[in-house]
């Protein structure tokens, strides 16, 4: 990776730090206030800063795969607990994740390699191993992700980011119970 990539994906880490501390805020007002010190026990937090003074630039890989697992289970967790509150809060999680991407000011795709582009832009994946494809056709486009790719971030809330995004697309975006990704051109 070279810098420029370096810092995009620590814009995109900041992005989703962003959108948890707003789920934490609000599991906080359901949990109370010390459900806030709870998550950066558990997770920690990631300092506030520009990227010269976040990130080692001996080591830029290893502290941007750090903060990007460190955000990934602040919104796991937080995400979780807010589940625990009962129905209807998967609900909530979705619109605020779907308006989140609707907001976002990406431009809609309108082909399957432009929708692929952005679910791994997207992403808080750092990883350069590639996806196993498994069919690809005009209309579809279905792939795995190498490793184990976590249930709650992509069924729930990397789905509804990326609905957003997608919104007025020809182009959706699912995740099946499998962990199997499709990008499927709306009929």
């Known amino acids: 990776m070279e810098e420029q990539e ?13 959108m948890a501390k707003d789920i934490v805020a609000f599991a906080a007002q359901k949990y109370g206030p010390e459900f806030a010190d709870y998550m950066d026990m558990n997770c920690g937090a990631m300092p506030e800063g520009e990227y010269e003074a976040v990130i080692d630039q001996g080591a830029p890989l290893q502290f941007l795969e750090l903060y990007a697992g460190m955000v990934i289970r602040r919104l796991e967790l937080a995400s979780g607990k807010i589940l ?21 000011g990406i431009d809609k795709p309108q082909n399957l390699n432009e929708a692929y582009g952005i679910v791994r832009t997207c992403a808080l994946d750092i990883t350069l191993s590639e996806d196993q494809f498994i069919s690809t056709t005009d209309k579809e486009l ?3 992700k190498k490793g184990n790719p976590s249930p709650l971030y992509w069924t729930l809330l990397m789905t509804a980011l990326i609905s957003g995004i997608f919104d007025n697309s020809p182009v959706e975006f699912s995740v099946s119970e499998e962990m199997e990704f499709c990008l499927k051109i709306k009929s």
Request: charged fraction near 30%.
């Open 142 to 144: 279905r792939w795995k």
């Open 84 to 104: 625990e509150l009962g129905d209807g809060f998967d609900t909530v999680l979705k619109n605020y994740f779907h308006n989140e991407g609707k907001n976002l």
């Open 6 to 18: 370096y810092r995009g994906f620590f814009d995109r880490i900041r992005l989703f730090n962003f």
